[in-house]
């Protein structure tokens, strides 16, 4: 008798992609959008201080809205500074671990470090747009704000057992705070509108492209792992119980 043990929830959950079939389509078009926008903005905007009429209109109507607010601003502005990134980012991971689901770990441990060197050590230099006499193109906390609400979009929607509405109330959320924190910069003085579009661009194109590659390697992994098993050659099922048995004892009577 063959006993079959019930399969284990976290096992499940370890081998779960991280964006869901349906997804991956709009994912790549969303990254596609995100590096247009971003090369499109820098190529206009770059080298200076200077603003195009929008960033003139919204800069002004933003910073005229919350005028008298300073002290939510600075307040809002923290949140997107590299210590309260480094902690949201440390707290996914962690989650991600206790859940076994260390293709989600891997995701918010590159894509998160990864956003922030694109902004500021390769775009900021690269197109040198200033503002208060600091590079300003794209908004470093913009930048971070989004890839943790990306990244947390993208580990609830492959993660088991949660309400659809309860997936859509926190992604908001995630989101909601993230535009905050970039109206307070735009508030603040320290960046232009078209500053923190390019660094929500960068932080959610930088998780989903960083998700999407995830899958395909875990994937071509997988398959190379199926090829080289001993059992491939039987369809990966194994021999049924008995049989080795049953042909050494009709090697010995032969």
């Known amino acids: 008798m063959t006993i079959r043990m019930p399969r284990n929830s976290d096992s499940r959950s370890a081998g779960r992609p991280l964006l869901p079939d349906a997804a991956r389509l709009p994912a790549v078009v969303i990254v596609a959008a995100c590096v247009a926008a971003t090369a499109l903005l820098g190529a206009l905007l770059g080298h200076g201080a200077h603003t195009d009429p929008v960033d003139t209109t919204v800069d002004a109507r933003v910073q005229a809205g919350l005028a008298g ?29 206790l859940r076994r689901r260390y293709r ?45 609400a990306t990244a947390l979009t993208v580990l609830l929607a492959g993660a088991p057992g949660v309400p659809r509405a309860v997936r859509l109330a926190v992604a908001a959320i995630a989101y909601a705070v993230a535009a905050a924190v970039a109206t307070a910069m735009i508030a603040l003085g320290f960046h232009y509108f078209t500053d923190v579009v390019a660094g929500a661009a960068v932080g959610a194109g930088t998780v989903l492209a960083t998700a999407l590659v995830l899958d395909v390697l875990v994937l071509a992994w997988r398959r190379r792992s199926r090829a080289r098993s001993p059992a491939a050659g039987t369809g990966g099922r194994p021999a049924p119980a008995g049989t080795a048995g049953r042909d050494r004892r009709e090697a010995d009577a032969r």
């Open 104 to 148: 989600g770990a891997a995701l918010v441990v590159i894509a998160i470090p990864a956003a922030s060197v694109i902004t500021e050590r390769l775009l900021k230099p690269l197109v040198g747009r200033t503002s208060l006499g600091f590079l300003s193109f794209p908004s470093g906390h913009a930048t971070g704000t989004f890839a943790v």
């Open 69 to 97: 607010q300073h002290r939510l601003l600075l307040d809002l502005a923290w949140l997107g500074d590299l210590p309260a990134i480094t902690v949201l980012a440390a707290v996914l991971v962690l989650a991600c671990l």
